[in-house]
Nanobody
Framework: QVQLVESGGGLVQAGGSLRLSCAASGLTFSYRAMGWFRQAPGKEREFVAAVSWRGDSTLYADSLKGRFTISRDNPKNMVYLQMNSLKPEDTAVYFC??????????????????WGQGTQVTVSS
């Protein structure tokens, strides 16, 4: 059974930082590109960042480049999202997701086949 479990969300003041973690199990993690998405109340789910299964290439939403960093630790089956200089508009539920075996990372949510339950990030002004 595939499980993706996010953690690390919480309440933070604007300008602060958070590091989200996603623990994966039940899948060939080392051969899965991984992504982070977020969904704010009343809005569609949007792409945040993705990393290739080797960890040698990354994608970011243009608006988040320079503030967010995605990384992975294949031996630990973990993927991370370091978020710095947080803004109130970053408030959302953050989800990690896995792409099918050996596919490259992409920005489209529909191309990811496994999802976590999400972790809430709230940035106060």
């Amino acid at each position: 059974q595939v499980q993706l479990v996010e953690s690390g969300g919480g309440l933070v003041q604007a300008g602060g930082s958070l590091r989200l973690s996603c623990a994966a199990s039940g899948l060939t993690f080392s051969y899965r590109a991984m992504g982070w998405f977020r969904q704010a109340p009343g809005k569609e789910r949007e792409f945040v960042a993705a990393v290739s299964w080797r960890g040698d290439s990354t994608l970011y939403a243009d608006s988040l480049k320079g503030r967010f960093t995605i990384s992975r630790d294949n031996p630990k089956n973990m993927v991370y999202l370091q978020m710095n200089s947080l803004k109130p508009e970053d408030t959302a539920v953050y989800f990690c997701a896995a792409k099918p075996f050996r596919e490259e990372p992409t920005m489209r949510a529909g191309e990811y086949d496994y999802w976590g339950q999400g972790t809430q990030v709230t940035v106060s002004s």
